[in-house]
């Protein structure tokens, strides 16, 4: 099956800093969805993004789907920003489900 | 209703027993999944539906594990004869589009402790 790589895996910033969060996926996507998972467990959607650039508010993402990535930026970061982003892809042609990587957990200190 | 309802929160049960979760999709949603989530770890496939019918079952563990959606709107996973080992936070999600490509709405989970 696909398979999803979210880099890097762990990231501690100070509040103020920008940071930019990769997926790279192995086959074509006609799905993709960036998640922030707050501290108690709850799935946020970020972004649906299979391809193109979008922004929303400080964050924004960009898929480049020929080759296969797809990167969130995340600027004057806030405490409020921590958690783990999740970046999940559904194949073309394939079953009509989401494949997440695994997590990257962000932490931004005061 | 606004979004993706899960219940219960939080189950605690004891290893061989019986549990239900149910899963309450945004009103509207042809499409509803389940997902399990392990400590550390990203969400895992179980089951898709397609209106009232499974289209995509291939997650499912075990044959423990069984979910319905007789109307096709409320789902409800179960689990016969827990283990230690099915304890983890069970997602749902819903979506609009009944095909490939729709974005993927998520509940608060419903997280199992089989002790």
């Known amino acids: 099956g696909i398979q999803v790589e979210q880099s890097p895996p762990d990231l501690i910033l100070q509040e103020g800093a920008n940071s930019t969060l990769r997926c790279n996926f192995s086959?074509?996507?006609?799905?993709l969805q960036w998640f922030h998972q707050n501290p108690w467990g709850q799935l946020i959607n970020l972004f649906y993004?299979?391809?193109g650039t979008k922004q929303n508010g400080r964050l924004s993402a960009t898929t480049v789907a020929t080759e296969r990535y797809s990167l969130l930026y995340i600027s004057s970061s806030q405490t409020t920003d921590s958690g783990v982003y999740f970046c999940?892809?559904?194949?073309?042609?394939?079953?009509?489900?989401?494949?997440f990587g695994k997590g990257m957990k962000l932490t931004v200190n005061p | 209703g606004a979004g993706v309802s899960q219940t219960p929160s939080n189950k605690v049960t004891e290893k061989g027993k019986y549990v239900e979760l149910r899963c309450d999709p945004i009103?509207?949603?042809?499409?509803l999944y389940w997902y399990r989530q392990s400590l550390g770890q990203g969400p895992e496939f179980l089951i898709y539906?397609?209106?009232?019918?499974?289209?995509?079952d291939s997650g499912l563990p075990n044959d423990r594990f069984f979910a319905v959606r007789p109307e096709g709107s409320v789902s409800t996973l179960k689990i016969q004869r827990t283990e230690r080992g099915d304890s983890a936070v069970y997602l749902c999600?819903?979506?609009?589009?009944?095909?490939?490509?729709?974005?993927?709405?998520f509940g608060e989970g419903s997280r199992l402790t089989v002790l």
């Open positions: 999600a819903s979506s609009l589009l009944s095909g490939a490509g729709g974005e993927l709405f």
């Open positions: 086959d074509s996507v006609n799905n």
């Open positions: 993004i299979p391809s």
């Open positions: 999940a892809v559904e194949t073309q042609g394939g079953s009509e489900k989401l494949v």
């Open positions: 009103s509207g949603h042809t499409a």
């Open positions: 539906f397609q209106g009232t019918g499974a289209a995509d």
